[in-house]
């Protein structure tokens, strides 16, 4: 599916957060990426285009 990010590196995050989505060709949601975890985007994998399984952003979760 083709990827569309709602963040990048760097952006602080709450747990339940819309990340992005992957949508089709025809520009219908595929699935919708949400955050696990409150934290911080520590990288990004821009690839536009994405396998099932293939990495698109790590998170940092803070410490108390």
């Keep these: 599916g083709l990827l569309y990010l709602d963040v990048t590196y760097g952006d602080i995050v709450k747990k ?3 990340l992005g989505e992957i949508r089709d060709l ?3 949601m595929l699935e919708k990426l949400t955050a696990p975890l409150d ?10 285009v994405k396998q099932p ?3 698109i952003l790590t998170l940092r979760k803070f410490l108390s």
């Design 39 to 48: 934290g911080i985007v520590h990288a990004v994998f821009p690839k536009h």
């Design 53 to 55: 399984g293939e990495l």
């Design 16 to 18: 339940g957060q819309k």
């Design 26 to 28: 025809k520009g219908e």
